[in-house]
C-alpha cells in the first residue's frame, strides 16, 4: 500500500499536502480507494464554500456505495479537480496527483499539525 511520507492523514483516510501560499489539496488515501473499489462519481458541492475541520465537502460513490468526504482543515474549498468530472478512476489508479479531489485556502495552516504523518497513518491502518 502506498503511504507517502510528503502528506499528512486523517482517521478517516483523507490526505492533505500543503502548498504556497496557504493553499492545500485534498484527497482520499490509496487505502480509502481499494476499500471503495471502482469509483465512479466524485461531488464537491462545497466549491466556493467555507468548509471546518470534520465537516463533509463532499460525496465519492463506487460501484459498492456512497462515502462522504470529510476535511482535513477548515477553509474554503477552491475547486474539484475538473479531471474527475470525466474520469472519476484517476482516484484509483493515482490517488495522490492526478486523482487529487479538492483544493482548499486554510484558514488556520496549524490545523495541519494535529493531523497523522505517514507512519503514525501506517500504525492506524495495521491496528
Same mark, same amino acid.
Given at each position: 500500500?502506498?503511504?507517502?511520507?510528503?502528506? @499528512?492523514?486523517? @482517521?478517516?483516510?483523507?490526505? &492533505?499536502?500543503?502548498?504556497?501560499?496557504?493553499? =492545500?489539496?485534498?484527497? !482520499?488515501?490509496?487505502?480509502? #480507494?481499494?476499500?471503495? $473499489?471502482? &469509483?465512479?462519481?466524485?461531488? =464537491?458541492?462545497?466549491?466556493?464554500? +467555507?468548509?471546518?475541520? $470534520?465537516? /463533509?465537502? $463532499?460525496?465519492?460513490? =463506487?460501484? *459498492?456505495?456512497? %462515502?462522504?468526504?470529510?476535511?482535513?482543515? %477548515?477553509?474554503?474549498?477552491?475547486?474539484?479537480?475538473?479531471?474527475?468530472?470525466?474520469?472519476?478512476?484517476?482516484?484509483? #489508479?493515482?490517488?495522490?496527483? @492526478?486523482?487529487? +479531489? !479538492? *483544493?482548499?485556502? +486554510? /484558514?488556520?495552516? %496549524?490545523?495541519?499539525? *494535529?493531523?497523522?504523518?505517514?507512519?503514525?497513518?501506517?500504525?492506524?491502518?495495521? /491496528?
Amino acid at each position: 500500500m502506498n503511504v507517502p511520507e510528503n502528506l @499528512k492523514y486523517t @482517521k478517516d483516510h483523507e490526505w &492533505i499536502r500543503v502548498e504556497e501560499d496557504g493553499i =492545500a489539496t485534498v484527497g !482520499i488515501t490509496d487505502f480509502a #480507494q481499494g476499500e471503495l $473499489g471502482d &469509483i465512479v462519481f466524485v461531488e =464537491a458541492e462545497t466549491v466556493d464554500n +467555507m468548509v471546518f475541520v $470534520g465537516e /463533509s465537502f $463532499g460525496t465519492v460513490e =463506487a460501484v *459498492k456505495t456512497v %462515502s462522504d468526504l470529510f476535511m482535513p482543515v %477548515s477553509g474554503d474549498v477552491l475547486e474539484l479537480n475538473p479531471e474527475l468530472e470525466d474520469t472519476p478512476e484517476l482516484v484509483n #489508479q493515482d490517488p495522490y496527483e @492526478k486523482g487529487w +479531489m !479538492i *483544493k482548499v485556502k +486554510m /484558514s488556520d495552516p %496549524s490545523e495541519v499539525d *494535529k493531523l497523522m504523518d505517514a507512519e503514525s497513518y501506517k500504525k492506524m491502518l495495521e /491496528s
